[in-house]
């Protein structure tokens, strides 16, 4: 699933490439990932592109705004021009380098023939359109409310692991299994140890490991490992996967202490971390 840096990533493409266009008409192939009438974004020019967690939302001029997530396979492609809609790179489950493809669910057509694409495998994610944008339930982690006051109030008073705490999105909103994984092996906290167990100097370092892992993640455009569904809508892909400290490392040697990394299952998800060095 696309995590925080991943959805900003887009969100930077996105502004740098479609801010300033008319919304033509809108395709809608998959009929149950559209929410709301699209004729009244239709002619409609867009001025912003919005983020909140890994919600993604399209800013129009008549104050309505079409918010997306993309859940675990979704993709958003954009091609200046629709009549030539070919990638530099194959799509992942699409298999080809043209749009639309087989996992194609919505098109978005601009006033100046280009388009995007909104690819979907699984058919989890989706579009809503609302007088509001869509936000996460909980503190996104690169606003300025994500204060280590507040850090450290979301974890407080709770025996649960640190790892399924930071990833509830509810609390905190845009970290998934990537960088939780990464901002507790940079912090030395082993990813099950309790929250109420914690000193006040590891939230301290926990917190800043987090805002650190993130802007890592940034960088490198976000991570586009293993399926390699993420891409940027150009197609090209992050790199992130390049510099895991945690993530997917067992088997391999602690990039800190050398003793070979460990995997297990918490909370329903992979855990990677060191036995040695996080305590």
């Known amino acids: 699933m696309p995590e925080l840096p991943e959805v900003e990533s887009i969100r930077m493409y996105l502004s740098a490439n479609i801010v300033g266009k008319t919304l033509q008409g809108v395709e809608i ?13 239709t002619g409609k020019k867009i001025i912003a592109i919005l983020r909140s967690g890994k919600v993604l939302t399209i800013q129009f001029e008549n104050k309505l705004y079409l918010s997306t997530h993309l859940k675990l396979s979704g993709q ?4 200046p021009d629709k009549n030539k809609p ?7 489950r699409a298999n080809t380098n043209k ?8 098109i978005l057509n601009f006033d100046d023939d280009s388009v995007i694409y909104f690819n979907d495998l699984r058919k989890f994610g989706w579009m809503k359109l609302s007088d509001k944008p869509a936000h996460a339930k909980g503190t996104d982690v690169l606003s300025k409310d994500f204060t280590f006051k507040y850090f450290e109030k979301a974890i407080a008073k709770t025996a649960r692991p640190i790892k399924v705490v930071i990833m509830d999105q509810e609390r905190m909103a845009g970290i ?14 082993h990813p099950a140890r309790k929250c109420n167990t914690l000193t006040l100097q590891e939230k301290k370092i926990l917190y800043r490991s987090i ?5 890592e993640g ?8 293993h399926d390699e569904l993420y891409l940027l809508p150009d197609s090209s892909k992050g790199s992130y996967q390049n510099h895991f400290k945690a993530y997917h490392q067992h088997g391999t040697p602690c990039k800190r202490c050398k003793t070979i990394m460990k995997r297990m299952e918490l909370g329903g998800r992979g855990t990677f971390f060191c036995p040695h060095c996080q305590k």
């Open 29 to 41: 192939l998959e009929k149950k990932m559209f929410f709301g009438d699209p004729k009244k974004i």
């Open 76 to 79: 958003i492609l954009y091609s």
């Open 86 to 92: 070919i990638f530099k790179n194959t799509i992942p």
């Open 99 to 106: 749009m639309p493809g087989k996992t194609t669910r919505i």
């Open 176 to 189: 998934g299994n990537i960088y939780a994984n990464d901002a507790l092996w940079l912090a030395k906290i």
């Open 211 to 215: 805002l650190d892992t993130i802007k």
């Open 218 to 225: 940034l960088k490198y455009k976000g991570s586009s490992a």
